[in-house]
């Protein structure tokens, strides 16, 4: 069972910046690919980006490369989501996910956090 606890939303201004933390329990946190996704209003939940379980691979959506970078600490149990050059459409709910694969399809992803709500103004 893994337990996981997103923090680090906020109100940024478009351009801006935030990193989101995502703080897991349990002690095989290193076994799992770790992934962000991101639910909008009004829109289906999507996929933001992966990490394997060693941090040597990552994997992005199209539209948050080259903005985006996605991080772990295997020691702290943790994973990050560094956000720069924010947009509005990057507003939403995001959710990090443990699952057993290195993968941008949800339904690979066992153990899902509450959120954290990003809101980038114009």
């Known amino acids: 069972q893994v337990q996981l606890v997103e923090s680090g939303g906020g109100l940024v201004q478009a351009g801006g910046s935030l990193r989101l933390s995502c703080a897991a329990s349990g002690r095989t946190f290193s076994r799992y690919a770790m992934g962000w996704f991101r639910t909008a209003p009004g829109k289906e939940r999507e996929f933001v980006a992966t990490i394997n379980w060693s941090g040597g691979g990552t994997y992005y959506a199209d ?58 103004s114009s």
């Open 63 to 120: 539209s948050v490369k080259g903005r985006f970078t996605i991080s772990r600490d295997n020691a702290k149990n943790t994973v990050y989501l560094q956000m720069n050059s924010l947009k509005p459409e990057d507003t939403a709910v995001y959710y990090c996910a443990a699952g057993g694969g290195y993968s941008s399809v949800r339904s690979d992803y066992t153990y899902w956090g509450q959120g954290t709500q990003v809101t980038v």
